[in-house]
């Protein structure tokens, strides 16, 4: 990672970009990564503060870019622990300083308006006020919106999905022909239980009762230590089901991934923010079955774009499964909508929406 370490005056615009950044392959890293090279490519000056470092690194960087730089704009997005702790540091050094321009604070996951709720007594009086001074918040989803806007009525809140920097022009179409070996079904997030992995893995076993036949899975994803060795037992039990590691946030997703049949996203997280996984399989063109569990509902419209089914429910999960595979028109239609609407997520819109805020 490069990292723009110059402090000296400058006259043109300027933004402090403070949050993690790559390579740790966590979601908000990688959005402000990609995020910060679109902007700079657009002709932003763009200085990194990687709060993946230590807290004194990360006090001292911001104390220094603050007090040297004109013209400064600061972006935050973090995830909770910068929410509580780094968002109210950030907010009164900027205010030290008054050649600071645009405050952009742009919480991740979903949690953001649980988090404030959590704060007890005169400290969040005190945050909400704070929240009140800055320019701008943006959420992922209108949902993180209109709870926000209920403890912050005054403030200038907007939905900002996260962008995606590739998408594909045409959607893969299967006949009545494909034979069911070919209908290949796709999970792509993090490996664990809390992302429903073992309620798919139940429902592919129903789908093979009622099928006869085997219908294959490919998992892709971060699979962490503490959960390998369950894994792969309950994988090593189902022929029909492989582990293909971690695909790269770049064209070779959308590539690889537009040639599945449908995308099933079961998550059991109640905190799942802006899910962007369900932003790749829209891009890619995919119909997307998912779990109707926090604000999935807004990215994937029922009996539209793909379907919706009971948390943690497998039998009603292979039911949906099952809906799509014997029914390719239904799923070349879904598909088809869901690369329609995926416009929202591309970077272009996403920073065209950002650079509108910093200009206000």
Known sequence: MTRNRETKKTAGPTLLMVGPFPPPPMGPAVRNGLLADALQARGTRIIRVNTVNNRAKVFWELCTHLSRTRQLSVYLSVSRNGQLILFPVLYILARMFSNT????????????????????????????????HI???????????????????ACSVSRLPNPKPYRCETVTEFGPDVPMRDRRLLYLSR??????????????????????????????????????????????????????GVLP???????TINSYYAMVFPTLCT???????LADAALAGLPMIASDIAYNSEMVRDGDNGLLFTPGASEELAEKILMLLKDPELRNRMAARSLE????????????RLEEKLKE
């Open 101 to 132: 321009g645009r405050f952009i604070f742009y919480p991740a996951a979903g949690s953001f308006y649980e988090n404030v709720q959590s704060i007890a007594g005169p400290p969040r009086r005190i945050y909400i006020s704070f929240l009140r």
């Open 135 to 153: 320019h701008h918040v943006f959420v992922q989803t209108d949902g993180m919106r209109t709870k926000l806007l209920g403890i912050l009525p």
């Open 191 to 244: 490996v664990r239980a809390a992302k429903g992995i073992e309620v798919l893995l139940e429902a592919m076993d129903h789908v093979r009762s009622a099928l006869g036949v085997d219908v294959p899975l490919d998992i892709y994803g971060v699979l962490t230590d503490d959960y390998r060795d369950r894994f792969n037992s309950l994988v090593s039990r189902r022929p029909n089901v492989a582990y293909r």
């Open 249 to 255: 946030a770049n064209e070779q997703l959308v590539r």
């Open 271 to 277: 905190g799942e923010g802006f899910p962007g996984v």
């Open 341 to 352: 609407g995926s416009a929202e997520y591309y970077m272009d819109t996403v920073v065209s």
